[in-house]
């Protein structure tokens, strides 16, 4: 996959702002305008506009020196509390090496996050165990109504299912998180990330997804809680070049898949996506943590994700985010759809995580990689 220089896009995003600031801006939901549209909100002035851009350059200029230290799993461009750019970096241990307090002239901030883990859930199950219902019916599992699992995101739901529940891939005794329902105009798909329902890229095209996710069933594989056959996958590249998403669809049907959250979520995500932008306001509903509510704290973000046995994965342009008080995200979270607060606006792909931050591809890029929409 050829990745687009991400800097000269950036700036050019920015450079068609400072020109919108002159005039008044006529938000349009256009493809080509929703990144400019969610930016301009992030910047108020020319001045801030600019130092972004030089941010931005800052950054990239300094990521592949400091990737290359051992500590250090991303950089990004975050904001401080007077609204100035900051050069992010991602430790994996609280700093006491030589890390410098300035880079080409911008303050320097270290958050300590760990190693940043994509946050599936996994388990192996001693044996495979098929069940299937000729009637029709599944085993009940204390779980009933969607009305009545409102804070159980883990359990059985009735068909069509919500968003922001448990799923899986039948090849494997996991869960991670429907994230939305999208189209292409003709059929409809459940989107999620690659880890979750293509197995880091071990799961078979047609390969069956159930509802809820085997780790939810004692890793079982009950054949009538199908509800999607996978279509598409782009592949995670662990060999150290750079990866754009981690994301994947299957194909579904409005009869099997909804399109909104759980009565305790935040509803209905719009089919207008927008441009995620520092320190807006977030939301998303996800398996194991349920509806949680953020923060944007980075942008332009470079980060090394671990997928467990020995495999990495290198990610860029990607979105970090805080939660308000408690983690926005945890293990079986993957594939959450992140929405701005009241709009519902999609903003981003939840994927990974460490520490207190939560990373994110952005809409999109998803989006546009597999040709859908957010099905509304």
Not at 24 to 47: D, H, K, N, S
Not at 94 to 120: C, I, K, S
Not at 360 to 371: Q, S, W
């Amino acid at each position: 996959m050829t990745y687009r220089n991400s800097f000269f896009k950036l700036a050019a995003s920015l450079c068609l702002m400072a020109l919108a600031l002159q005039a008044i801006p006529q938000a349009q939901a256009q493809e080509t305008g929703a990144q400019e549209t969610g930016a301009l909100a992030q910047v108020q002035t020319q001045a801030q506009v600019q130092a972004m851009t030089q941010a931005m350059a800052a950054q990239e200029a300094q990521a592949a020196a400091l990737m290359q230290r051992d500590d250090v799993v991303g950089t990004g461009v975050g904001m401080d509390e007077n609204g100035d750019p900051v050069i992010k970096v991602f430790a994996r241990h609280r700093w006491f090496g030589a890390m410098p307090q300035q880079m080409d002239g911008f303050p320097v901030e270290v958050e300590v996050t760990g190693t940043v883990y994509a946050l599936d859930q996994l388990a192996e199950p001693a044996a495979p165990e098929v069940e299937d219902f000729g009637d029709g019916s599944v085993e009940d599992e204390g779980a009933g109504s969607a009305e009545a699992l409102m804070a159980n995101p883990r359990g059985r739901f009735d068909r069509p299912v919500p968003i922001g529940i448990s799923i899986s891939n039948t090849g494997a005794c996991g869960a991670g998180t429907l994230g939305a329902r999208v189209s292409d105009g003709r059929d409809v798909f459940i989107l999620s990330n690659n880890h979750v329902i293509a197995l880091s890229n071990a799961a078979g095209l047609n390969s069956r997804i159930v509802q809820p996710g085997r780790l939810e069933v004692n890793c079982r594989t009950i054949n009538r809680d199908t509800v999607a056959r996978l279509t598409s996958f782009v592949r995670i590249d662990f060999s150290g070049r750079s990866n754009l998403i981690d994301a994947a669809i299957a194909r579904t049907n409005t009869s099997l898949v909804g399109t909104a959250t759980p009565p305790d979520g935040y509803g209905r995500p719009q089919s207008r996506t927008l441009a995620a932008r520092l320190g807006q306001r977030v939301q998303k509903y996800g398996r194991t943590t349920g509806f949680t509510r953020g923060r944007v704290t980075a942008l332009n973000v470079t980060i090394n994700v671990d997928y467990g046995g020995g495999r990495v994965a290198r990610f860029v342009r990607q979105i970090a985010i805080e939660g308000d008080r408690v983690n926005f995200s945890d293990r079986g979270d993957s594939g959450s759809l992140i929405v701005e607060q009241g709009s519902n606006r999609p903003v981003g792909l939840l994927f990974a995580g460490g520490g207190v931050s939560t990373f994110a591809n952005r809409i999109d890029d998803v989006l546009d990689r597999f040709g859908v929409s957010i099905d509304e």
